[in-house]
């Protein structure tokens, strides 16, 4: 009875590198959304995804990111040439198939992203 | 647009007293409304939520929010506070009509329980 598993827990990376984060969703879940948290504020909506198919990215920044759910495997938050502002708390929830909007969202643990 | 204000960064009380954390919304739509709680270092708990149903509503660990749609609040309460409610707690909004993944989060209210 796992919940949405993301992986790894803390990632430390150099400018210009890439990083990848993973989150797999809770079991029956095929919605995943992605946040992400900065020091001292809420989480902002970055992308909302089903299998395959991006939903809604209109939280994403419009360069260097990218998101994807494979029909097989985990949902990938990747980030390239990172920057020192990409340094955040990212985290992914999952949501049941067929979902509406009062359907809670279930959160990972996080993944803490580091820059150096 | 919608948008959700939690009035309160940080909110400090005693052990065994009452627990406020303030939040206001802001819709065009009728809302659909949450708590998350986070503890240091983990992801965020549902504490509960509200969906055009009853407007007071009971969550987990003893915790209620009430629905004021007059005041457009959903304020969190609790009658007691313990040592493990110290956390943060984010009041968060999620427009029906809007984009089904968009939920809007609060800047959150840290909640210190003194013994």
């Known amino acids: 009875n796992a919940g949405v598993m993301q992986n790894p827990r803390h990632l430390v990376r150099r400018r210009g590198q890439e990083a990848r984060l993973r989150c797999s969703p809770m079991k029956g879940h095929s919605h995943v959304y992605w946040y992400r948290q900065l020091p001292e504020e809420g989480l902002k909506f970055m992308v909302y995804l089903q299998k395959e198919n991006i939903i809604d990215e209109s939280g994403m920044p419009k360069e260097r990111f990218s998101a994807e759910f494979p029909k097989e495997g985990p949902s990938i938050l990747r980030i390239q040439q990172v920057v020192r502002g990409d340094s955040a708390a990212y985290f992914c929830?999952?949501?049941?198939?067929?979902?509406?909007?009062?359907?809670?969202?279930?959160f990972g643990d996080g993944t803490r992203l580091s820059i150096l | 647009a919608q948008s959700v204000t939690q009035l309160d960064s940080h909110v400090s009380v005693s052990e065994g007293t009452p627990v406020l954390l303030r939040c206001n919304y802001s819709?065009?739509?009728?809302?659909?409304l949450f708590w998350y709680v986070q503890h240091p270092n983990k992801g965020l708990q549902l504490l509960l939520k509200y969906t055009s149903a009853a407007t007071l509503v009971k969550g987990i660990n003893g915790f209620e929010a009430e629905f004021k749609k007059s005041e457009t609040s959903f304020h969190l309460t609790k009658p007691s506070a313990h040592m493990s409610d110290a956390a943060e707690y984010f009041c968060v909004v999620s427009d029906q009509g809007g984009s089904q993944g968009n939920l809007i989060f609060g800047k959150g209210t840290k909640l210190s329980v003194k013994p």
């Open positions: 929830a999952s949501s049941p198939t067929g979902t509406g909007t009062n359907q809670p969202q279930h």
């Open positions: 819709s065009s739509y009728s809302p659909s």
